[in-house]
């Protein structure tokens, strides 16, 4: 079946920092990606997605590329943010079948000032 | 503004009652998925639906089942709740191959 692997946290990094979450999959046929953000006491919002390979998703700094050979989706930003602190899930659909989502176990970033 | 909501944000139940979580969703999805959080396990899917009437098991689906007569409603419902299904559950709805949007999670603790 479809999985995704994401490293583990928690990521504690200082403001200003670089930031990379990686994430592999592993799914047959060509799924979508996604990066979901869940801000404490919330439900989980979508950050940015990507449908097909070499696409970039990007939304408020953040980035990822679907990576076909390397299945992988990792998410990265330039300069983060107190307020980015969260917890970060990459995600698939199927690309056929019931299209159900599969999620990864999820990364708690903390970013002190 | 696309919207899923469910019913309630905290839920304290008995053990062996029968509970009821509903969720809602007004984007006209076809599927809706109901997941539970737990620390250190991410989001597990209980059971999903892609059309009206049909549902899937997802990967934890013992001690669960699940009603969707109209496609804008999906309940997910605990036979007998026990403490071990105390968690954060989290409803969602899709079109085909599209994200996911989430509702606002019930948190349920089974005393």
């Known amino acids: 079946g479809n999985s995704v692997t994401q490293m583990e946290g928690p990521v504690t990094l200082s403001e200003e920092a670089f930031l990379t979450i990686n994430c592999t999959y592993t799914a047959t046929g060509y799924p979508s990606l996604f990066w979901y953000v869940q801000y404490p006491g919330e439900g989980l919002q979508l950050l940015l997605k990507?449908?097909?390979?070499?696409d970039k998703g990007s939304n408020k700094g953040f980035e990822a590329t679907y990576r076909k050979e390397t299945t992988s989706f990792h998410l990265e930003k330039g300069s983060v943010q107190v307020s980015d602190s969260a917890v970060y899930f990459c995600?698939?659909?199927?690309?056929?079948?019931?299209?159900?989502?599969?999620f990864g176990t999820g990364t708690k970033l903390q970013v002190i000032p | 503004d696309v919207k899923v909501t469910q019913s309630s944000r905290y839920l304290v139940k008995r053990t062996g009652e029968k509970v009821f979580l509903e969720c809602v969703q007004d984007m006209d999805h076809e599927n809706m998925f109901w997941y539970r959080q737990d620390p250190g396990l991410g989001l597990r899917l209980i059971y999903f639906?892609?059309?009206?009437?049909?549902?899937e098991k997802g990967d934890i689906p013992e001690g669960y089942s699940v009603s969707r007569e109209k496609k804008e409603r999906f309940s997910l419902i605990l036979e007998s709740a026990s403490t071990n299904q105390t968690s954060m559950y989290l409803c969602?709805?899709?079109?085909?191959?599209?994200?996911?949007?989430f509702g606002q999670g019930t948190r349920l603790t089974v005393v």
């Open positions: 990507a449908t097909k390979a070499d």
């Open positions: 639906s892609y059309d009206v009437k049909m549902k």
């Open positions: 995600a698939l659909s199927d690309s056929g079948g019931y299209q159900k989502v599969t």
């Open positions: 969602a709805s899709s079109f085909r191959q599209g994200e996911a949007f």
